[in-house]
C-alpha cells in the first residue's frame, strides 16, 4: 500500500541530489568541453597562483554561455572541492597557519554572502568591466615590482 512517504521524500530531496537531474546524458562534445574548461581552470589557476574561477567563468561564459548565476554557483561547488584537497595537502606539509585561518574565514563567508547578494541584482557587463580592470592592477603591481603584498 502506497502511503505517499516516498513522494513527500522526494519533493524533501534538493534537486541536485535527485537522480534524474545529475545524471542527465551529455553529449561527447559537451563532455570535452567541460573538461577542457576544467582542466584548463585547474592548470592554469595553480600554475599562476589564481583561483581557478578567474579562467572557468570566462572560458565558461565564452564557450558555453550559460546564466551567470550558474556559473558562480558551478564555480563556488568547484572551489569547495579545490580548497578541500589543498588544505588536506598543505596540513599534511605543515604549512597551514590556524590562528590566521580563523580569523580570515568569518569575515571571508561575509565577503562571500555580500558578492552573491551584489551579484543577483546587478548584470553582469559591470563585473565583467570590474573583473578585467582587477586584473589590470594585479598585473600592473606585479609588474612594478610589489610582489610581497601579491
Known sequence: ???????????????????????APMELAAVAEYL??????????SMLGLGGSTVVIPLATMLLAPDKQQLQAAAMVS???????????????????WTLARRITPWAL??????????????????????????????ALKRVGFDRIL
Do not use: E, K, W
Open 79 to 97: 572551489n569547495v572541492a579545490v580548497a578541500l584537497s589543498a588544505l588536506r595537502r598543505y596540513h599534511a606539509m605543515g604549512a597551514v597557519d
Open 36 to 45: 577542457a574548461i576544467g582542466c584548463a581552470g585547474g592548470m592554469l589557476g
Open 110 to 139: 561575509v565577503a562571500v554572502l555580500g558578492g552573491v547578494a551584489v551579484s543577483v541584482v546587478v548584470t553582469a557587463t559591470p563585473f565583467r568591466l570590474l573583473f578585467a580592470l582587477f586584473l589590470l592592477v594585479v598585473a
Open 1 to 23: 500500500m502506497h502511503d505517499g512517504r516516498a513522494a513527500r521524500r522526494f519533493r524533501r530531496t534538493p534537486p541536485f541530489f535527485r537522480r534524474s537531474h545529475y545524471l
